[in-house]
């Protein structure tokens, strides 16, 4: 009901019923303005936010209860921080099933002890039905990090390598098939996760340019960026990127490029060629690190982003344009 | 366009001639994934997160854009905290006027500057057509605090006083005439604006018990707050409830009770007999401080929210159950 978002008696109710008990911890105090954060002497905070509007709202190996703290978690990760609090704001259509919000704020709650991350303050508006595409999520995330320098592409020179720390895509083809708007089947999974473990491992590893995480727009759209902020060409050798025979299938069949598709458990990463056989060799011990790989490198010549064909050939890789797969995070 | 949220072209030259071009600010970096937060030594920083899904999205006094930087900087400064960062998420509905979203960015960016805090991060979504009420915005704040004890619910006692800075619910009626649902003309301009100076003032003020700004619920959430973290009853004086005349005939004509409706720019404190003529002093220096006053006491014996009523007698103000208001903030 909309009463559910007025201040009053049934939104304490709700708040105290669904998202103080699951999300309950030591820092959660609902009866605040405002919570402290603890930050340990000699460490930087890092601050982001992202806003999740997936649809369907749940889909095989995750929702957006878990996507929207993974997807907060590793903005932090990859700057270099490790993640610590999360706010939670909903933004919830009236008539949504509580049963089914309750289930959502579980699986964020879960998302949320998994990563080592507790959220601190949230908020609840409730908005007139169908004005809402049932909930949207939206999560702040402050992580910690060691004063110094940090990753960054003002590092990155010609002859560097970009790494991926598993497969790419698998995520957008999951949305995309939990929409059930085409006839195909499959089991593909989500890889929405935290990828704190894949960044804290290699953040040490000197000749560590940059990471990113492919959601939005996916490798194609890190690559550009990099393109972009460099001035450097990024070359991809098609046949190194990892991608699921499932995830392809799908691609070849909806006529996607899997390039630009999001993940929301991967870590992109350039590299000095000296640095990139240790990243590897650390993404590969880590578990479902086994498809890590480096997927091509920086190239002070070529275009902005080239592929090098699996048949010899070279094509460009264009900036995203029209949204193949909307809503996807 | 929904490409204008894919993390493609679109989207980056979107965020860069609308959010980049009003917000920018030395701690504003569009290309990173997570910002970082200079905490000066000494200090504990605070944060909260507030959704905004205010309709409509400009009113007399204000817009979704100042209200979303006010709204949290206001839940930062009644935590006794001086707001200093923000992050800005934005949920827009495909279609809507690109000119629109710039005038209220700029309405944002300029109630930013105004309270002294920086957007340090960012996010876009575009959802379709028909799921968005137009924007809705998502402000997540970073305050700081002198490290010491806090005001807080738990140095509240019977005896002490409760204070308002100024007139209570012009916001609500401002929003709801913005409306034209109803034939009624009027000038109620919002209340919209930081409240930092009053609470700056006196927060080192001993016997200051307890601050919060009275938005969705209004007044009577307050002290339902208060009456229920403390036991303690709140009895609220009417004569003495700064309620502006145009305020008060809206309210009678609609059948609103003022004490739930919402403010955008005030204080309610409590405090002791001996600080509380020192709070209404301070209050009553600032610009706009003039009509400040104590509104009511804390009252051990009393139910949980008393009104004295003008006329003599005495009145229960219950729990706000059914929203009299919906989409004020």
């Known amino acids: 009901m909309l009463a559910h978002g007025n201040g009053g008696r049934r939104m304490r109710e709700l708040i105290e019923s669904v998202f103080a008990r699951h999300l309950a911890n030591p820092s959660l105090d609902v009866d605040r303005d405002a919570a402290p954060l603890d930050i340990a ?27 929207a703290v993974n997807g907060t978690v590793n903005d932090l990760a990859v700057a270099g921080a490790l993640p610590r609090y999360l706010t939670l704001a909903a933004i919830i259509e009236e ?50 990090r060691a004063q110094g320098p940090a990753p960054g592409m003002t590092g990155i020179a010609a002859g560097d390598l970009v790494l991926a720390s598993g497969t790419l895509g698998d995520h957008g083809i999951a949305v995309l098939l939990a929409r059930q708007e085409f006839d195909i089947g499959g089991s593909i999974c989500s890889d929405c996760a935290p990828v704190t473990a894949y960044t804290s491992a290699i953040v040490p590893i000197p000749g560590l340019r940059f990471m990113r995480d492919p959601t ?63 990243i590897l060799a650390a993404w590969r011990a880590l578990p479902g690190g086994g498809q890590a790989c480096a997927i091509g490198r920086i190239d002070g010549e070529a275009g902005p982003v080239i592929l090098d064909t699996a048949v010899g050939g070279e094509r460009f890789v264009e900036e995203l344009e029209d949204d193949p797969l909307p809503r996807i995070c």
Do not use: W
């Not at 964020?108 to 004005?131: H, S």
């Not at 727009?217 to 060409?233: K, M, P, Q, R, Y």
């Open 216 to 278: 939005r727009g996916g490798l194609a759209s890190v690559a550009h960026e990099i393109a972009a902020a460099t001035g450097l060409g990024v070359r991809l050798r098609e046949q190194d990127v990892p991608v699921r025979d499932a995830v392809r299938s799908c691609c070849t069949m909806l006529g996607y490029d899997p390039y630009y598709l999001a993940s929301e458990g991967r870590v992109i990463a350039v590299a000095s060629p000296e640095a990139a056989p240790r």
């Open 95 to 144: 008539g949504f099933p509580l049963a089914r919000l309750e289930r959502i704020v579980r699986s964020a709650a879960r998302a949320a002890e998994a990563a080592g991350v507790r959220v601190v303050a949230g908020d609840t508006k409730v908005v007139p039905r169908g004005q809402g595409g049932g909930l949207y999520l939206i999560t702040t995330g402050v992580g910690l």
């Open 41 to 67: 002497p000699g460490m930087v905070p890092f601050i982001t936010t992202d806003a999740f509007t997936v649809q369907p709202l749940e889909f095989p190996g995750g929702d957006i209860g878990s996507l």
